[in-house]
């Protein structure tokens, strides 16, 4: 069992930054990939950002592509989105995700989701 529980949300104007915290529990974190999903008002919950169980091989969706930057710290069972360059379109409420599948953009990938934290960005 893990229990992710994300922090760092709040309102920031466009061109600005914020950076996601996902904190987990239990000792087999570093045993699972961890993805950042978004889910703006009215819209399906969407892949952002994924990173692997080592930490060396991440994944972006295109919209996020060199403004984001997903990241581990294994020893202390935390996983952060930097995001950079903020846009209105994406704000959204923000979840972190922890599954076995590496790499995986899918919802159904991932077993453990965390309650989410709301991003949002002005113009």
């Known amino acids: ?3 992710l529980v994300e922090s760092g949300g ?10 996601l915290s996902c904190a987990a529990s239990g000792r087999t974190f570093r045993s699972y990939a961890m993805g950042w999903f978004r889910q703006a008002p ?12 080592g930490g060396t091989l991440t994944s972006y969706t ?3 592509q060199g403004r984001f930057t997903i990241s581990r710290g294994n020893a202390e069972n935390t996983v952060y989105l930097q995001m950079n360059s903020l846009k209105t379109e994406d704000t959204a409420v923000y979840y972190c995700a922890a599954g076995r599948r590496s790499l995986a953009t899918v919802l159904d ?5 965390g309650q989410g934290t709301q991003v949002t960005v002005s113009s």
């Open 42 to 53: 009215g819209k399906e919950r969407e892949f952002v950002a994924v990173i692997s169980p």
């Open 109 to 113: 990938a991932y077993d453990y989701w």
């Open 62 to 64: 295109d919209s996020v």
């Open 1 to 3: 069992q893990v229990q």
């Open 10 to 19: 709040g309102l920031v104007q466009a061109g600005g930054s914020l950076r």
